[in-house]
């Protein structure tokens, strides 16, 4: 297994590539919410490192990766992006809904676009499109404009979890 030294410590971190199940979660995810992906779904690589990082004193749950040419040319691979998951958290803190809702989050990081003038295809990580404290959510719904409203009149997941009216989902 290869392994990293964390910045600032001796602890080594162990790093891993997931099960072809959890693979096969990623490719059905694909198939069913990430359209974009599917003619790269096998050039999506998902490892595991052994223990969490934070930030900001929130624990980072997983972080999704554009690969550098310099990494397929060691590796001797062709990936497209990469899911790095702590090992720690997905198994003992998440039940299987909260390791697929993590995988999908995971997937909807990475943009494949081709250039409409070149042809060329483009391949992204983006930020999340909500940025949030869960304290303001649960007193204030999902408040946040959106950028692109072009579901006018009608309501979207988001809208449906938390409430057409502000009020917090129960669950």
């Not at 959106?146 to 409430?163: I, L, R, W």
């Not at 057409?164 to 669950?171: L, R, T, V």
Request: glycine share 8%.
């Amino acid at each position: 297994m290869p392994t990293s030294c964390r910045k600032g410590t001796n602890m080594a971190v162990e790093y891993y590539k997931a099960s072809k199940e959890i693979h096969k979660q990623v490719l059905d995810l694909v198939g069913k919410h990430h359209p974009d992906l599917a003619l790269v779904s096998s050039e999506i690589l998902v490892v595991f490192r052994s223990t969490a990082t934070k930030a900001g004193g929130q624990v980072i749950l997983g972080t999704s990766r554009k690969v550098p040419a310099l990494m397929n040319a060691v590796a001797d691979g062709d990936y497209k992006f990469i899911l790095e998951i702590p090992a720690d958290v997905w198994e003992d803190e998440l039940d299987s809904k909260q390791q697929e809702a993590l995988l999908d989050h995971l997937l909807c990081a990475c943009l494949v676009e081709e250039d409409p003038k070149s042809g060329t295809t483009k391949f992204q990580v983006r930020k999340p499109d909500i940025m949030a404290f869960r304290d303001n959510v649960e007193r204030y719904g999902m408040w946040f404009p959106k950028e692109d409203d072009d579901n006018e009149g009608g309501t979207d997941a988001v809208g449906e979890m938390f409430g057409e009216d502000g009020d917090k989902a129960e669950g």
